[in-house]
């Protein structure tokens, strides 16, 4: 079963926005907290944005804080990341992951993530 489907992304031209999306099973959307690492070719994982369902609490990298909004659908169990004003260092895989140990799984590099959905390219041109 996949626990974790993520899709949006593309290429779109620096300042322009896009959208991820991250359909999790029932279970995870409930219990876990959700959100999104990147990474670039040659650079570390970073995580990028998080949200806990269970207890409301949000987490953003500073290089995206006032940029970037995560999000919760109740109803399709989908955890949303709009992007905006979009820079090309934004350019990376995009990663969903879910994990038990709260949103600050996300200030590390991905150890204590216990699923992880598939990547999605977001390219930034300038």
């Known amino acids: 079963d996949v626990q974790l489907q993520a899709s949006g992304g593309g290429l779109v031209q620096a300042g322009g926005s896009l959208r991820l999306s991250c359909a999790a099973s029932r279970f995870i959307f409930d219990d876990y907290a959700i959100g999104w690492f990147h990474q670039a070719p040659g650079k570390e994982r970073e995580g990028v944005s998080c949200?806990?369902?269970?207890?409301?609490?949000?987490y953003y990298a500073d290089s995206v804080k006032g940029r970037f909004t995560i999000s919760s659908d109740n109803v399709k169990n989908t955890v949303l990341l709009q992007m905006s004003s979009l820079k090309p260092e934004d350019t990376a895989v995009y990663y969903c992951a879910a994990t038990s140990f709260k949103c600050r799984a996300f200030q590390l590099v991905g150890h204590d993530i216990e699923y992880w959905g598939k990547g999605t390219q977001v390219t930034v041109s300038s």
């Open positions: 949200i806990s369902n269970s207890d409301g609490n949000t």
